[in-house]
């Protein structure tokens, strides 16, 4: 009973932050109060377009949470319960500001991109780097939310006889059509079937873990690190849940649907809104990731536990927490939930992309063709990068996510500041996840460098407060 009194704690902390820290950040930004959105005045049928408000949170939900607010999460629940803080508090105060003060800035220069906002604040230089990192890191999104469905749906429907190859050729399909037709064409037509399932999903989970006669949150011990293979909670955990804390990925979608927005007032609502669901729903997985830690499953003939297999396939492991709870025809539709949440990021991601290359090639989208000229490129890229191994796949888009985040973060700092508005809200998590990235990338083993954690945490603070003084000296220059 105590877990669950825990478990509605944390979900309560989340939705007041909305009203709450979500309102604050709003008063500071301020935006004029006669403001036109950029649906209204660059209307073009295409990108361009005017959709009610309740489909623009719908599809901004499911364009940023992908496999984050579930792998992540399930895989974060290795650490232990110190997991649900940092959705939390990382949620509230770093994640879920990110992505709605990265959406007013857009809104503010007319629906630009992301590289478009570093380039104004700072410089060409900065501007032609954000536009390599964002195009590198949709691609990574666009190749894994390829491959980790295709496998899914290859498991799931094995009576189909199609093997993971085919699935992923329709996925790539598929992609190809949402990234070259207007937006309101498939997305916003298809979406809402889509959040049905992702509905159920969640729900059905809510629903079936206190009816599952499992305890919920037995171990509530947030001070010891519990990964089976002693993992340590500093970096790797805020590397690990990513999407269901903070992703530099939902910068690169929020401009999508601020240029369908009619009405600024309802910014907070989509952007802030949205990032709050997404935790909410890594919270979920994570409550029930910690409560079925310990129980036994029989896969493949091998008694194992919930926990060690995550370490041995994440994908597996949801698929048998979802049966434990939904049962099998339940757990169906739920992983069609987790398959869907991969392909409704995936999507998007490749639009994003044609649309971030047609602004750094100032080419107008109007026209088909101009539309395949870059759609055709994009995707053959996809189709070379999918052969790779998809263990340094994963490396390489981990990594890009959290320092696109920490660059997010950064340039907002410095807007806030050249606006004359508070800039702290965003500076604090700036400094968190510059220190975060640069000692992940210096101590993690994938990366190669595999310094000693000390050593590494050492030379990460040494780098954050480098960049702090960086950014004073450019505050007084510009005063």
Same mark, same amino acid.
């Given at each position: @009973?105590?877990?669950?009194?825990?478990?509605?704690?944390?979900?309560?902390?989340?939705?007041?932050?909305?009203?709450?820290?979500?309102?604050?950040?709003?008063?500071?930004?301020?935006?004029?109060?006669?403001?036109?959105?950029?649906?209204?005045?660059?209307?073009?049928?295409?990108?361009?377009?005017?959709?009610?408000?309740?489909?623009?949170?719908?599809?901004?939900?499911?364009?940023?949470?992908?496999?984050?607010?579930?792998?992540?999460?399930?895989?974060?629940?290795?650490?232990?319960?110190?997991?649900?803080?940092?959705?939390?508090?990382?949620?509230?105060?770093?994640?879920?500001?990110?992505?709605?003060?990265?959406?007013?800035?857009?809104?503010?220069?007319?629906?630009?991109?992301?590289?478009?906002? @570093?380039?104004?604040?700072?410089?060409?230089?900065?501007?032609?780097?954000?536009?390599?990192?964002?195009?590198?890191?949709?691609?990574?999104?666009?190749?894994?939310?390829?491959?980790?469905?295709?496998?899914?749906?290859?498991?799931?429907?094995?009576?189909?006889?199609?093997?993971?190859?085919?699935?992923?050729?329709?996925?790539?399909?598929?992609?190809?059509?949402?990234?070259?037709?207007?937006?309101?064409?498939?997305?916003?037509?298809?979406?809402?079937?889509?959040?049905?399932?992702?509905?159920?999903?969640?729900?059905?989970?809510?629903?079936?873990?206190?009816?599952?006669?499992?305890?919920?949150?037995?171990?509530?011990?947030?001070?010891?690190?519990?990964?089976?293979?002693?993992?340590?909670?500093?970096?790797?955990?805020?590397?690990?849940?990513?999407?269901?804390?903070?992703?530099?990925?939902?910068?690169?979608?929020?401009?999508? @649907?601020?240029?369908?927005?009619?009405?600024?007032?309802?910014?907070?609502?989509?952007?802030?809104?949205?990032?709050?669901?997404?935790?909410?729903?890594?919270?979920?997985?994570?409550?029930?990731?910690?409560?079925?830690?310990?129980?036994?499953?029989?896969?493949?003939?091998?008694?194992?536990?919930?926990?060690?297999?995550?370490?041995?396939?994440?994908?597996?492991?949801?698929?048998?927490?979802?049966?434990?709870?939904?049962?099998?025809?339940?757990?169906?539709?739920?992983?069609?939930?987790?398959?869907?949440?991969?392909?409704?990021?995936?999507?998007?991601?490749?639009?994003?992309?044609?649309?971030?290359?047609?602004?750094?090639?100032?080419?107008?989208?109007?026209?088909?063709?101009?539309?395949?000229?870059?759609?055709?490129?994009?995707?053959?890229?996809?189709?070379?990068?999918?052969?790779?191994?998809?263990?340094?796949?994963?490396?390489?888009?981990?990594?890009?996510?959290?320092?696109?985040?920490?660059?997010?973060?950064?340039?907002?700092?410095?807007?806030?500041?050249?606006?004359?508005?508070?800039?702290?809200?965003?500076?604090?998590?700036?400094?968190? @996840?510059?220190?975060?990235?640069?000692?992940?990338?210096?101590?993690?083993?994938?990366?190669?460098?595999?310094?000693?954690?000390?050593?590494?945490?050492?030379?990460?603070?040494?780098?954050?407060?480098?960049?702090?003084?960086?950014?004073?000296?450019?505050?007084?220059?510009?005063?």
């Amino acid at each position: @009973m105590f877990g669950l009194t825990v478990f509605i704690l944390f979900g309560l902390v989340l939705v007041g932050g909305y009203f709450l820290y979500g309102r604050f950040a709003e008063r500071i930004y301020g935006l004029p109060e006669q403001f036109t959105m950029p649906c209204t005045n660059r209307a073009d049928g295409v990108d361009f377009v005017p959709l009610p408000t309740w489909k623009i949170f719908l599809i901004q939900l499911l364009n940023i949470a992908g496999l984050g607010p579930v792998v992540g999460a399930v895989s974060g629940c290795l650490f232990g319960p110190v997991a649900l803080l940092w959705i939390v508090l990382g949620c509230v105060f770093a994640g879920a500001l990110h992505d709605f003060l990265a959406a007013m800035i857009s809104a503010e220069q007319g629906g630009c991109n992301l590289p478009e906002t @570093m380039g104004s604040v700072m410089g060409k230089t900065a501007r032609l780097f954000m536009n390599i990192m964002c195009v590198f890191l949709l691609l990574m999104v666009g190749v894994v939310f390829t491959l980790l469905p295709a496998g899914m749906l290859e498991a799931l429907f094995p009576a189909a006889s199609l093997s993971a190859v085919s699935w992923g050729a329709i996925i790539l399909g598929y992609y190809f059509l949402a990234t070259v037709l207007p937006i309101n064409a498939i997305i916003g037509r298809i979406y809402p079937v889509f959040g049905a399932l992702f509905l159920f999903m969640a729900l059905g989970l809510l629903i079936g873990l206190p009816l599952s006669g499992h305890e919920i949150l037995p171990d509530l011990d947030m001070f010891h690190n519990k990964h089976p293979k002693g993992v340590g909670v500093w970096p790797m955990l805020f590397v690990t849940i990513a999407c269901g804390a903070i992703s530099g990925f939902h910068a690169t979608q929020s401009p999508m @649907m601020v240029r369908c927005l009619r009405d600024s007032g309802h910014l907070r609502r989509v952007f802030y809104g949205a990032m709050i669901v997404e935790g909410l729903v890594a919270l979920v997985w994570a409550v029930v990731g910690l409560s079925l830690r310990e129980v036994i499953f029989s896969v493949g003939g091998e008694q194992i536990s919930l926990a060690e297999l995550t370490l041995k396939n994440p994908s597996l492991a949801i698929n048998e927490a979802s049966k434990c709870l939904l049962g099998s025809a339940g757990a169906t539709v739920a992983v069609l939930g987790v398959i869907v949440l991969a392909i409704t990021s995936g999507d998007t991601a490749m639009r994003s992309c044609r649309l971030m290359l047609a602004d750094l090639f100032h080419l107008s989208q109007r026209s088909v063709l101009s539309r395949l000229s870059l759609a055709i490129p994009l995707f053959a890229a996809v189709m070379i990068v999918s052969r790779m191994d998809f263990s340094v796949i994963w490396r390489y888009f981990g990594w890009a996510n959290q320092t696109l985040a920490c660059l997010t973060l950064w340039c907002i700092t410095l807007y806030l500041r050249n606006k004359k508005r508070h800039y702290v809200i965003a500076l604090l998590p700036a400094l968190f @996840m510059t220190t975060v990235c640069t000692c992940y990338l210096l101590h993690a083993p994938e990366c190669r460098i595999c310094m000693e954690i000390d050593t590494a945490t050492v030379i990460a603070l040494l780098v954050t407060f480098v960049s702090w003084c960086i950014f004073r000296f450019r505050t007084k220059i510009s005063e």
